[in-house]
């Protein structure tokens, strides 16, 4: 893993030293779960990862306490602009789990997620009067380079942007994903509010919410810290916590968020 993250880390810095200047906002879906409704510009290209770990408690082996962890060790979005009104998008991630503690402590292989694809469409932007920025987001995801067996899944969401003023802004999705593997359907809301606390740092707290039509209801907060080193490059660190019982206790993450503007 440590040659991939070198790779990783020098064609981000190469590119990075390649790209142009850009005077639009660096807008990017991670590391919330709610999707930006910002449209990339024509010709630009966006790359945007990281890494995170969900920690839930599986209860005692004894005295002895028995967690599990999912681990996002790579996940990876790219985002390009076709026109002014399209940009797709590509995503792919790179996990593993693992018990800690009791009679199953152990790790399991590394895998691919399921791949997947989409495009997010721009519907309106902000006025004076207050509208919002909306876009549309849909995507698919299917076993294309994926070792997990989901099934494919369809997922669509419109994407809302508000600007608040005195640097506060309010993001919030609304949608529904058809799970290909059970053949149900999930509601999704979620929420996020931003607050710029400098030219180059940001603040955000979240909730995301799912409404299985065959379980109950999944809810998660979350909350992290944006430092822009410049137009075109953002790093984020983020953690969270479980609030209903379907949900991980604890998460942790961090990553980058690299633009090249079309030259």
């Known amino acids: 893993m440590s040659r991939i993250f070198s790779v990783l880390l ?138 997990l067996e989901t099934g494919t899944s369809i997922e669509l969401r419109f994407n809302f942007q508000h600007d608040l003023g005195s640097g506060l802004s309010l993001g919030y999705n609304v949608g529904s994903n058809f799970n290909g593997l059970t053949d149900a359907f999930n509601g999704v809301i979620t929420t996020v509010l931003g607050y710029q606390a400098s030219e180059k740092v940001s603040l955000f707290a979240e909730l995301f919410l799912i409404m299985p039509e065959l379980e109950r209801t999944f809810l998660q907060t979350d909350f992290g810290i944006l430092y822009l080193v410049n137009s075109n490059l953002q790093i984020d660190v983020f953690a969270g916590l479980g609030v209903t019982d379907l949900t991980p206790d604890s998460a942790f993450g961090a990553g980058i968020s690299l633009r090249i503007p079309r030259k």
């Open 10 to 147: 020098l064609f981000v810095t190469g590119a990075q030293l390649m790209a142009q200047s850009d005077t639009t906002a660096l807008a990017t879906d991670r590391p919330t779960q709610t999707a930006s409704a910002f449209v990339m510009s024509k010709g630009s290209v966006q790359i945007e990862t990281g890494f995170s770990i969900a920690r839930t408690k599986l209860g005692f082996d004894g005295f002895e306490e028995v967690t599990s962890d999912f681990i996002t060790l790579n996940s990876t979005q790219l985002r390009f602009g076709v026109s002014k009104n399209l940009e797709l998008l590509f995503s792919q991630s790179l996990v593993k789990s693992r018990i800690n503690g009791g009679a199953f402590e152990g790790s399991r292989d590394t895998e691919l997620v399921p791949t997947a694809v989409g495009a997010r469409i721009r519907l309106f932007d902000m006025n004076e009067r207050g509208g919002p920025q909306v876009a549309i987001l849909a995507t698919v995801a299917g076993g294309a380079f994926s070792d």
